[in-house]
């Protein structure tokens, strides 16, 4: 249960805003609030019934959008590259060897990019 709720989040961060209002608040209140079905159905006024199909209804439009335009597979494969990189620049900065005075800064140039691609690749 808690790899769908990362899932539904991951997905709601990217295509959240495309859902309808009520879908909205339907995922925002199941998934981000932590609600019950019931209590969704008291602030939505509708029934339980309701809450649940709504959620699913929106689950699966979250799951269309990633299908079709696929940004969380592409955020995914992103982040882990330049983690990877990260890791080979770590590797690199260590093997004194290689590092001398006239490629230090690109080094440090190419790892202040890597950082700020992972700062960047965190959601928040």
């Known amino acids: 249960m808690f790899e769908k709720i990362v899932e539904i989040g991951l997905l709601f961060d990217f295509y959240g805003k495309l859902l309808s209002s009520r879908q909205f608040q339907a995922i925002e209140l199941y998934y981000i ?3 019950t079905l019931t209590e969704i159905g008291e602030q939505l ?6 809450a649940y199909d709504l959620v699913k209804r929106a689950e699966s439009v979250l799951y269309k959008y990633e299908d079709t335009l696929g940004l969380v597979k592409r955020f995914e494969i992103n ?5 990877e990189l990260n890791y080979l620049l770590y590797k ?19 790892n202040g990019i890597v950082k700020q691609l992972l700062v960047t690749q965190e959601v928040k």
Do not use: P, V
């Open 33 to 35: 609030h932590d609600l």
């Open 79 to 83: 982040r882990k590259k330049a983690e």
């Open 45 to 50: 006024e509708i029934s339980r019934q309701g």
């Open 92 to 110: 690199l900065k260590n093997n004194s060897d290689i590092i001398n005075s006239e490629n230090k800064e690109i080094f440090e140039d190419i």
